[in-house]
């Protein structure tokens, strides 16, 4: 492709977008909205609004909920640590809940039987 056909291209190209930004501008300038039309769209603005709201609401009380989790479950750790005995109880009861390998295998329990996992998730 020559120079100048590239250039013609360019400029027809270039012609038709500004016929179809035109065109666009004619559109939105056209239609008039009514009152209703007006009201719809600012109900809608506000609905999204509030479930923009709801969401990031919600998004923050489970961030804080994982915190209050993690921030137990660290000083209940410390705690058994340090006094096995004391917290016997509670490795007895996670010993007897818990039935996925990785979290047995994170307290040092051995991995259950199938047969094992399905009885206790039937419990």
Same mark, same amino acid.
């Given at each position: 492709?020559?120079?100048?056909?590239?250039?013609?291209?360019? !400029?027809?190209?270039? +012609?038709?977008?500004?016929?179809?930004?035109?065109?666009?501008?004619?559109?939105?300038?056209?239609?008039? !909205?009514?009152?209703?039309?007006?009201?719809?769209?600012?109900?809608?603005?506000?609905?999204?609004?509030?479930?923009?709201?709801?969401?990031?609401?919600?998004? +923050? +009380?489970?961030?804080? +909920?994982?915190?209050?989790?993690?921030?137990?479950?660290?000083?209940?750790?410390?705690?058994?640590?340090?006094?096995?005995?004391?917290?016997?109880?509670?490795?007895?009861?996670?010993?007897?809940?818990?039935?996925?390998?990785?979290?047995?295998?994170? !307290?040092? !329990?051995?991995?259950?039987?199938?047969?094992?996992?399905?009885?206790?998730?039937?419990?």
């Amino acid at each position: 492709m020559t120079p100048d056909q590239l250039d013609q291209m360019i !400029f027809e190209t270039t +012609q038709h977008i500004d016929n179809e930004i035109s065109k666009l501008k004619n559109l939105t300038t056209a239609r008039k !909205f009514t009152r209703e039309d007006q009201e719809q769209q600012a109900k809608n603005w506000k609905n999204l609004r509030t479930q923009k709201e709801k969401t990031a609401q919600r998004s +923050q +009380q489970e961030r804080d +909920q994982t915190s209050r989790k993690i921030i137990i479950g660290g000083l209940y750790l410390s705690k058994m640590q340090q006094d096995p005995e004391k917290y016997a109880p509670v490795f007895s009861m996670l010993e007897k809940t818990l039935t996925r390998d990785r979290d047995r295998k994170l !307290f040092g !329990f051995e991995a259950l039987s199938s047969d094992q996992k399905n009885l206790r998730k039937s419990k």
